[in-house]
């Protein structure tokens, strides 16, 4: 049974850094671009960041270039989203997503087929 499972959230400050890991079971992580979503409360999940299956292109969300960055250890089957200078507005859910195309780094949120249950992220002092 295919499975994604987030951790790595919690409280932080303003400022601070978190790293959120997805964790795979029941596929080979390599054959499937992945993508990091959120959703903030009230707010559409929006998408994060992607990453081809063998980890050379990536993409962001314009709004968080620079301090957001995606990477993944195929031999761990676990994708990772390194936050810094987390901000207020950064606080929501993140979801990790698979999408069975090994070479992409497009995540479309319609074309995700696998989704994790999210963790959550509360930046706050």
């Known amino acids: 049974q295919l499975q994604l499972v987030e951790s790595g959230g919690g409280l932080v400050q303003p400022g601070g850094s978190l790293r959120l890991s997805c964790a795979a079971s029941?596929?080979?992580?390599?054959?499937?671009?992945i993508g990091w979503f959120r959703q903030a409360p009230g707010k559409e999940r929006e998408g994060v960041a992607c990453?081809?299956?063998?980890?050379?292109?990536?993409n962001y969300a314009d709004s968080l270039k620079g301090r957001f960055t995606i990477s993944r250890d195929n031999a761990k089957n676990t994708v990772y989203l390194q936050m810094n200078s987390l901000k207020s507005d950064d606080t929501a859910v993140y979801y990790c997503a698979a999408r069975e195309i090994r070479y992409e780094s497009t995540c479309p949120r319609n074309d995700m087929g696998y989704w994790g249950k999210g963790t959550l992220v509360t930046v706050s002092s």
């Open positions: 029941g596929f080979t992580l390599y054959s499937y671009t």
């Open positions: 990453i081809s299956g063998n980890g050379v292109r990536t």
